[in-house]
């Protein structure tokens, strides 16, 4: 069974075709757009498309005056990159598996594009907090359809942008998640506390 990427839309190309032995590839290549609420409300978002150097300023050209972006880092925390006169104040990653939070003085249309993340993809995850995202654009279950292996101990917390506070802790114990498998939106962002280092792993091709 084919597995459904949910983009706001995508453009597939045939990157090369070997007919005698019926092996193909396909790039991907859409764009998601992010709603981004008035009043400098946050909204916990993610970059799921690789663009360049999946820099800030790269995967968020162009914004409106007064953006903020709130990345973090484990051990110095949330780092703030300001949209000033046409310019991000600072250039961190947003690659793919990293989770951000944006606000915006007006409401906004944030547009990502780039290409969508195949083959064998890692997202590294630290013990204690870490601010991710699946490095695919597909909605589903983290467990069943992102193909995260929880651990013992995990717990996830989602942000609510309507209620501006996170959803109620969801935690992994005796082998079952107390909320329900968890379910992530495209271009969503959480955090995943851990109880030890490890890692999210997955094989993806849009081929599946």
Same mark, same amino acid.
């Given at each position: 069974?084919?597995?459904?990427?949910?983009? +706001?839309?995508?453009?597939?190309?045939?990157?090369?075709? !070997?007919?005698? !032995?019926?092996?193909?590839?396909? %790039?991907?290549?859409?764009?998601?757009?992010?709603?981004?609420?008035?009043?400098?409300?946050?909204?916990?978002?993610?970059?799921?498309?690789? %663009?360049?150097?999946?820099?800030? !300023? +790269?995967?968020?050209?162009?914004?409106?005056?007064?953006?903020?972006?709130?990345?973090?880092?484990?051990?110095?925390?949330?780092?703030?990159?300001?949209?000033?006169?046409?310019?991000?104040?600072? %250039?961190?990653?947003?690659?793919?598996?990293?989770?951000?939070?944006?606000?915006?003085?007006?409401?906004?249309?944030?547009?990502?594009?780039?290409?969508?993340?195949?083959?064998?993809?890692?997202?590294?995850?630290?013990?204690?907090? %870490?601010?991710?995202?699946?490095?695919?654009?597909?909605?589903?279950?983290?467990?069943?359809?992102?193909?995260?292996?929880?651990?013992?101990?995990?717990?996830?917390?989602?942000?609510?942008?309507? !209620?501006?506070?996170?959803?109620?802790?969801?935690?992994?114990?005796?082998?079952?998640? &107390?909320?329900?498998?968890?379910?992530?939106?495209?271009?969503?962002?959480?955090?995943?506390?851990?109880?030890?280092?490890?890692?999210?792993?997955?094989?993806? &091709?849009?081929?599946?």
């Amino acid at each position: 069974m084919r597995t459904q990427l949910i983009l +706001t839309t995508a453009a597939l190309g045939l990157a090369s075709l !070997a007919a005698s !032995a019926q092996v193909y590839s396909v %790039n991907a290549v859409g764009y998601i757009n992010l709603s981004v609420p008035a009043g400098s409300k946050l909204v916990l978002v993610a970059n799921q498309l690789n %663009n360049g150097d999946n820099k800030l !300023a +790269t995967v968020i050209p162009t914004a409106v005056e007064g953006t903020l972006a709130y990345t973090y880092a484990q051990g110095s925390g949330f780092a703030t990159s300001g949209y000033e006169f046409g310019a991000w104040s600072a %250039n961190p990653s947003v690659a793919p598996g990293v989770g951000f939070f944006v606000s915006s003085p007006t409401a906004a249309t944030i547009t990502l594009v780039g290409e969508v993340p195949q083959g064998n993809l890692t997202t590294a995850l630290g013990t204690g907090l %870490n601010l991710v995202s699946s490095q695919v654009p597909q909605a589903g279950k983290l467990q069943a359809d992102l193909k995260y292996t929880p651990a013992e101990g995990d717990i996830v917390y989602q942000w609510d942008a309507g !209620a501006q506070g996170y959803k109620a802790a969801n935690g992994y114990e005796f082998g079952s998640w &107390s909320g329900g498998d968890p379910s992530i939106a495209v271009g969503e962002g959480f955090f995943l506390s851990r109880a030890a280092a490890g890692s999210w792993s997955r094989t993806f &091709s849009v081929n599946q």
